[in-house]
């Protein structure tokens, strides 16, 4: 239902009098993103029907049981939204009451509903009724097929004069050998006497991972250009400037740039000013949303599966990926794989770590080991003003989803970027090294590369220092990490979160199959503790990774090999 309201704000933007649809059954009626989507629909006059076919089970469960209003259509009272509850049995009712509401919606005025009661003649699978499961009663099926639409429509055109009897008749015997003429071909005949699809029909199981992600074909044209590269001029410029200049800039020459988020349009740029000046520019293509993570997330889903837009979608703080789950992970997350690569979903979400802020458990931890488990998402995690813009012109460059993570640690700080240079790229899948070294390969990210820095200096440990930068499966820079392994043949992962959604976990596990042979001890890691952080500021401290922990895990490192710092 979220992705249908992005398709409807696609068509709405683009200035057509396209309309768009979504079939849902009672059930789902009840979930809190179809309840989301119609206030943000209603809010924000979006095109969207919400057709809700009633067919009185959840699988087994009746209406009666599941809600304490029957009414489907009454939900839209709640919202403003203009409701029809109709005959599903009866086209002519349903394609008055269709019309009506389109005509509602071409108009201007936004959303409609209609819930049409409908029957489910079998069991939510397979060919067996109701019945035989004990849910519901034959008396019950055989009332409800008595209304069978078919002949409902056959009687009316009949009385009308407008077939015959015989023609009817025809026409069903036709549809029933055009089916055995479809089924017969794609079918086989097994020695049992039954028919089974065609062997030649199965896919290949080497098809698994199709269309997982993008063959990155579309980021042939970026001009590439690293930190390290002799380019120009440089000025310095804070971190959280370089991300609402290059969001600007990126606004400025593609008009399918849509930012959206709670309070981005507010507050000089959101929370942290992230956005600034972009509502001022960009009036109707930067979207103040209200607090529904699964109803906004899920439109930018829509949206970027429509083709003509590429949302970059916020969340004030990654936590709040749990609300919206079913978003992103089933649904965003998913999409090119399930069509089989044939979709593309040029989706970037923004989100922020505030370890150290005081704001508590649900605001507070890193996405990025959660993010890695998940199917189809790339992941940056830049660490400096600079790799922001390039590693953000990528990300908008792609045509997968991909999760952009930033820390408020960084915001404030400081270091040069290309003057009057926003165009610039940083490729996915290449890490950097910060700092040279033989004794221990030191693997980062984000806020804790300068922590990293500075443990190394303060311990006096010859350590080398990778920031990884993109953190996805697909994207990791094995060339960089293995060359160091076999270098330093020791290695600590640095991550400052929660170890049960550590990213190094997954990393450790990786590198240890690897470079199993080259390692001279187990890989180490240094996380914060098994609680979210809290919001006492003694107990937030304890619940994370800081420079301390970074140089007792390093000397953690050198008491194994005998030495020490």
Same mark, same amino acid.
């Given at each position: 239902?979220?992705?249908?309201?992005?398709?409807?704000?696609?068509?709405?933007?683009?200035?057509?009098?396209?309309?768009?649809? &979504?079939?849902?059954?009672?059930?789902?009626?009840?979930?809190?993103?179809?309840?989301?989507?119609?206030?943000?629909?209603?809010?924000?006059?979006?095109?969207?029907?919400?057709?809700?076919?009633?067919?009185?089970?959840?699988?087994?469960? &009746?209406?009666? $049981?599941?809600?304490?209003?029957?009414?489907?259509?009454?939900?839209?009272?709640?919202?403003?939204?203009?409701?029809?509850?109709?005959?599903?049995?009866?086209?002519?009712?349903?394609?008055?009451?269709?019309?009506?509401?389109?005509?509602?919606?071409?108009?201007?005025?936004?959303?409609?509903?209609?819930?049409?009661?409908?029957?489910?003649?079998?069991?939510?699978?397979?060919?067996?009724?109701?019945?035989?499961?004990?849910?519901?009663?034959?008396?019950? $099926?055989?009332?409800?097929?008595?209304?069978?639409?078919?002949?409902?429509?056959?009687?009316?055109?009949?009385?009308?004069?407008?077939?015959?009897?015989?023609?009817?008749?025809?026409?069903?015997?036709?549809?029933?050998?055009?089916?055995?003429?479809?089924?017969?071909?794609?079918?086989?005949?097994?020695?049992?006497?039954?028919?089974?699809?065609?062997?030649?029909?199965?896919?290949?199981?080497?098809?698994?991972?199709?269309?997982?992600?993008?063959?990155?074909?579309?980021?042939?044209?970026?001009?590439?250009?690293?930190?390290?590269?002799?380019?120009?001029?440089?000025?310095?410029?804070?971190?959280?400037?370089?991300?609402?200049?290059?969001?600007?800039?990126?606004?400025?020459?593609?008009?399918?740039?849509?930012?959206?988020?709670?309070?981005?349009?507010?507050?000089?740029?959101?929370?942290?000013?992230?956005?600034?000046?972009?509502?001022?520019?960009?009036?109707?293509?930067?979207?103040?949303?209200?607090?529904?993570?699964?109803?906004?997330?899920?439109?930018?889903?829509?949206?970027?599966?429509?083709?003509?837009?590429?949302?970059?979608?916020?969340?004030?703080?990654?936590?709040?990926?749990?609300?919206?789950?079913?978003?992103?992970?089933?649904?965003?997350?998913?999409?090119?794989?399930?069509?089989?690569?044939?979709?593309?979903?040029?989706?970037?979400?923004? &989100?922020?770590?505030?370890?150290?802020?005081?704001?508590?458990?649900?605001?507070?931890?890193?996405?990025?080991?959660?993010?890695?488990?998940?199917?189809?998402?790339?992941?940056?995690?830049?660490?400096?003003?600079?790799?922001?813009?390039?590693?953000?012109?990528?990300?908008?460059?792609?045509?997968?989803?991909?999760?952009?993570?930033?820390?408020?640690?960084?915001?404030?700080?400081?270091?040069?970027?290309?003057?009057?240079?926003?165009?610039?790229?940083?490729?996915?899948?290449?890490?950097?090294?910060?700092?040279?070294?033989?004794?221990?390969?030191?693997?980062?990210?984000?806020?804790?590369?300068?922590?990293?820095?500075?443990?190394?200096?303060?311990?006096?440990?010859?350590? $080398?220092?990778?920031?990884?930068? &993109?953190?996805?499966?697909?994207?990791?820079?094995?060339?960089?990490?293995?060359?160091?392994?076999?270098?330093?043949?020791?290695?600590?992962?640095?991550?400052?979160?929660?170890?049960?959604?550590?990213?190094?976990?997954?990393?450790?596990?990786?590198?240890?199959?690897?470079?199993?042979?080259?390692?001279?001890?187990?890989?180490?890691?240094?996380?914060?503790?098994?609680?979210?952080?809290?919001?006492?500021?003694?107990?937030?401290?304890?619940?994370?990774?800081?420079?301390?922990?970074?140089?007792?895990?390093?000397?953690?490192?050198?008491?194994?090999?005998?030495?020490?710092?």
């Amino acid at each position: 239902v979220p992705l249908a309201a992005g398709a409807a704000w696609a068509h709405r933007h683009a200035g057509t009098d396209r309309v768009a649809v &979504t079939y849902f059954g009672d059930g789902a009626v009840n979930i809190g993103s179809v309840l989301e989507t119609m206030n943000l629909t209603a809010a924000w006059k979006t095109p969207l029907c919400f057709f809700i076919e009633n067919n009185r089970y959840a699988v087994s469960t &009746t209406v009666e $049981e599941s809600t304490a209003e029957p009414r489907l259509s009454a939900r839209g009272q709640a919202f403003n939204i203009p409701a029809w509850q109709v005959d599903g049995m009866d086209p002519l009712a349903v394609h008055l009451a269709m019309s009506e509401a389109v005509a509602h919606m071409r108009a201007g005025n936004g959303p409609t509903i209609i819930e049409v009661d409908v029957y489910r003649f079998f069991h939510q699978n397979g060919p067996f009724p109701g019945s035989a499961f004990g849910y519901r009663s034959k008396e019950e $099926e055989a009332q409800w097929r008595r209304r069978d639409p078919l002949d409902k429509i056959a009687s009316e055109v009949i009385g009308r004069q407008l077939i015959t009897q015989a023609e009817v008749d025809a026409l069903r015997q036709r549809c029933k050998e055009v089916m055995k003429d479809v089924s017969g071909r794609l079918t086989e005949a097994t020695d049992g006497g039954k028919r089974r699809v065609r062997a030649d029909l199965w896919p290949r199981p080497d098809f698994r991972d199709v269309g997982l992600r993008s063959d990155g074909s579309e980021l042939a044209g970026l001009r590439y250009q690293d930190a390290a590269d002799p380019a120009g001029a440089r000025v310095e410029r804070k971190f959280v400037d370089a991300v609402a200049d290059v969001l600007d800039r990126r606004m400025e020459t593609d008009p399918g740039v849509v930012v959206l988020g709670e309070d981005v349009h507010r507050l000089k740029g959101g929370t942290n000013g992230a956005t600034r000046g972009l509502k001022d520019k960009y009036p109707d293509r930067v979207l103040g949303t209200p607090i529904s993570e699964n109803a906004f997330a899920g439109l930018g889903g829509g949206l970027a599966m429509d083709g003509r837009y590429k949302p970059v979608v916020e969340f004030m703080y990654p936590d709040f990926m749990w609300v919206a789950a079913d978003q992103i992970f089933n649904q965003i997350g998913k999409a090119r794989h399930m069509f089989g690569g044939d979709i593309d979903v040029p989706f970037v979400l923004r &989100t922020k770590v505030a370890m150290g802020t005081g704001y508590g458990s649900q605001h507070s931890m890193d996405p990025a080991g959660v993010f890695a488990t998940a199917p189809g998402w790339r992941i940056v995690a830049p660490s400096t003003p600079y790799e922001y813009i390039g590693l953000m012109n990528t990300a908008l460059a792609s045509k997968d989803p991909v999760l952009v993570i930033e820390h408020v640690d960084l915001y404030a700080s400081s270091g040069e970027v290309p003057d009057g240079d926003l165009d610039y790229a940083i490729p996915f899948g290449k890490a950097r090294v910060r700092r040279a070294g033989s004794k221990v390969t030191v693997l980062t990210y984000l806020s804790m590369v300068s922590r990293a820095l500075k443990a190394a200096e303060e311990a006096g440990v010859d350590a $080398e220092v990778i920031d990884l930068r &993109t953190l996805d499966r697909a994207n990791l820079d094995w060339d960089t990490i293995g060359a160091s392994i076999q270098k330093t043949n020791n290695v600590l992962i640095v991550e400052q979160g929660a170890r049960g959604t550590s990213y190094g976990a997954m990393l450790a596990d990786e590198i240890q199959r690897r470079y199993f042979d080259w390692l001279d001890q187990p890989v180490k890691r240094v996380t914060g503790g098994e609680a979210s952080p809290s919001i006492s500021k003694v107990l937030e401290r304890a619940a994370f990774a800081d420079t301390e922990e970074v140089i007792a895990g390093l000397n953690d490192v050198l008491a194994d090999l005998g030495e020490r710092a």
